[in-house]
């Protein structure tokens, strides 16, 4: 059937990535979340902190007030940092997601609260994709300043371009759909948990 060997091997391997993303999966995914599991799952993200990582004219003070050694450390620090940053953001969208999902499957949500898992699912599916392509650009980014050190320091300008601010107004928009499922559950002291941690 496959007389050219690159290609057995190819079949090979895209059969065992596919058993393994499955593998993965079925081990490690969230497969029904419930109220009281989520905030005890979520992490906590301060998007202040991120939009001050991300934003281009921190580029410029650090290249102004850092030898160009510096900078290009601060700029790797930065890239890893704004790595476990979008990791964060991508988990509580993977939480939140599966929470709706399931409240979702149990069907007896009113119109309302249908309306509302609905918009949720939608946002945090916006967020994790976001966040995928904000991630593969940062990892481009630590593997060009390893590989090629020669070349000048990514600035996070080119970041923008690649949806980190779009990843922010996800989450932001995925923390108040958060919010206002959290409130169906008529208890204040979970709806501020859940809005503290998020």
């Not at 949500?109 to 995928?132: G, H, N, W």
Request: charged share 20%.
């Amino acid at each position: 059937m496959l007389s050219n060997p690159i290609s057995a091997v190819l079949a090979v391997l895209v059969i065992l990535a596919v058993a393994a993303i499955m593998a993965h999966r079925w081990v490690y995914g969230m497969i029904e979340v419930n109220a009281s599991d989520v905030v005890p799952f979520l992490r906590i993200v301060s998007l202040e902190d991120m939009r001050d990582l991300f934003h281009p004219d921190a580029d410029e003070l650090h290249r102004q007030s850092h030898s160009s050694r510096e900078f290009r450390m601060i700029q790797w620090k930065r890239v890893r940092l704004g790595l476990q940053y979008v990791s964060d953001l991508a988990f509580n969208a993977r939480i939140l997601q599966a929470w709706s999902r399931t409240e979702r499957r149990r069907g007896d949500l009113s119109p309302q609260l249908d309306k509302i898992t609905s918009e949720l699912l939608t946002v945090c599916m916006q967020c994790r994709a976001t966040s995928f392509f904000v991630s593969f650009h940062l990892h481009i980014a630590l593997i060009k300043m390893a590989l090629l050190p020669f070349l000048a320091p990514p600035d996070f300008g080119w970041l923008m371009r690649h949806g980190s601010y779009d990843l922010i107004g996800f989450y932001e928009k995925m923390r108040a759909k958060a919010g206002e499922f959290g409130l169906a559950y008529d208890n204040e002291q979970y709806y501020e948990r859940l809005m503290q941690v998020l």
